[in-house]
């Protein structure tokens, strides 16, 4: 039999999505089954390659673990604060620069200047602007006394303090990459639907609201999907904050709970990262879940 033509074209598509689906096979897929497979496998020993029972074991301990408990707890706020603050302030932000004409790409440039610093850099001028010294109670704390208010140890002070350090550092480092897609989505809106609703005599607020929202609705949920996978995630930002011993400072987040199964102090447990690492998986495919069923019906393609 002779093949079509479609048959031949097809081939070639599978044959150019070969090496794509190979890569993804055995650096995305091929971990997550791995990981999966660990996390029953009770007692196991990466030195000698074995274990003494299958089962839930290893998901009964994490989850009785209080270091988890309090890593879920660190990381459900800091997703709950961090996602709408950001990408509100962003979409403030952006619809500014998009207002200002004169020097829009230096006043974007500037914006986006934080998105390229290296992140234990940022946090260690965080360090110095709230971390109190025998020297110095930090910039913030004098401007709190300058307002009549006590000096706060932000760093190895309470816990509401070290969350605040924690949150507006996190606030002020996805920004510039929120502020960066919006303001290219808020550009791409046909100017023809602002100068309909002019000639209407619509107030600018009801501009934003029927017209500016909506036609960016689908950007904006983009950011909102890939931040919360994106604090869900968080590590980095806790460590250049307050150091490797986060479990000390109350700190830690649930992929520095999985580090620390692995590789810190308390560390040597792959089955146990494994079952942190798939109870993340589980959340943040969850979360993800509910975000799309809810943009079925507020967001416009």
Request: charged fraction near 10%; hydrophobic fraction near 50%; proline fraction near 4%.
């Amino acid at each position: 039999m002779k093949r079509t033509k479609l048959d031949v074209s097809s081939l070639k598509g599978w044959l150019y999505l070969l090496p794509a689906i190979l890569f993804l096979g055995f650096f995305m897929v091929y971990p997550l089954i791995d990981v999966f497979v660990y996390s029953f496998e009770e007692g196991y020993n990466s030195a000698s390659q074995t274990y003494f029972g299958t089962g839930f074991y290893n998901y009964s301990y994490v989850l009785h673990d209080p270091y988890f408990l309090q890593a879920v707890k660190n990381t459900f706020i800091l997703v709950i604060i961090t996602v709408p603050l950001s990408t509100g302030i962003a979409l403030l932000i952006s619809v500014g620069l998009s207002s200002v004409k004169p020097l829009r790409e230096l006043y974007q440039t500037v914006y986006f200047l934080p998105y390229v610093t290296n992140t234990l850099a940022v946090g260690l001028v965080f360090m110095i602007l709230f971390k109190k010294t025998a020297y110095s109670d930090g910039l913030v704390n004098l401007l709190i006394n300058w307002f009549g208010g006590s000096s706060v140890d932000f760093i190895d002070g309470p816990y509401w303090a070290k969350m605040f350090v924690l949150c507006f550092y996190t606030i002020w480092v996805v920004m510039p990459f929120k502020i960066l897609i919006l303001t290219s989505a808020l550009s791409s809106v046909n100017q023809d639907y602002y100068n309909a609703a002019r000639v209407d005599g619509t107030s600018k607020l009801r501009i934003f609201g029927r017209i500016t929202l909506p036609m960016i609705s689908p950007m904006i949920f983009y950011l909102v999907i890939t931040g919360f996978i994106g604090a869900f995630k968080a590590y980095s930002d806790a460590v250049a904050l307050f150091g490797t011993d986060l479990n000390a400072a109350e700190m830690n987040t649930i992929v520095g709970y999985v580090y620390d199964m692995l590789y810190g102090d308390s560390g040597g447990y792959p089955s146990y990262a494994s079952a942190a690492a798939i109870i993340l998986f589980a959340i943040v495919l969850t979360i993800t879940c509910i975000n799309l069923l809810i943009s079925k019906k507020n967001v416009h393609y």
